[in-house]
């Protein structure tokens, strides 16, 4: 079993920035294909980022590329989202999810992701 805790949201103006962290349990960690999603209101929960096992590679949703940046340390079984220039409708609660099992195809599914942390609300205010 893997846990994933989330910390780092809170309420924020636009142009703003935020960091978001997700510690995880675990004792191959490195071995995760991590990722960010996030859930506003009366919408679907949508891809936001996700990282390789190594942190060579990144990827990102259209709508964030060039303004939030993923990182993973894996000495402290911790994976981060870096939120800046941040705008009203990236507000949402954002939840870190682990993939753990094989390799994964389509990363920006939900179902591809075996846990999940509880979400950590982010607001940003216009």
């Known amino acids: 079993q893997v846990q994933l805790v989330e910390s780092g949201g809170g309420l924020v103006q636009a142009g703003g920035s935020l960091r978001l962290s997700c510690a995880a349990s675990?004792?191959?960690?490195?071995?995760?294909?991590m990722a960010w999603f996030r859930q506003a209101p009366g919408k679907e929960r949508e891809f936001v980022s996700a990282?390789?096992?190594?942190?060579?590679?990144?990827y990102y949703a259209d709508s964030v590329k060039g303004r939030f940046t993923i990182s993973r340390d894996n000495a402290k079984n911790t994976v981060y989202l870096q939120m800046n220039s941040l705008k009203p409708e990236d507000t949402a609660v954002y939840y870190c999810?682990?993939?753990?099992?094989?390799?994964?195809?389509?990363?920006?599914?939900?179902?591809?992701?075996?846990?999940w942390g509880q979400g950590t609300q982010v607001t940003v205010s216009s």
């Open positions: 675990g004792r191959t960690f490195s071995t995760y294909f």
């Open positions: 999810a682990a993939h753990v099992h094989g390799p994964i195809s389509a990363y920006r599914l939900v179902r591809e992701y075996d846990f």
């Open positions: 990282i390789t096992w190594s942190g060579g590679t990144t």
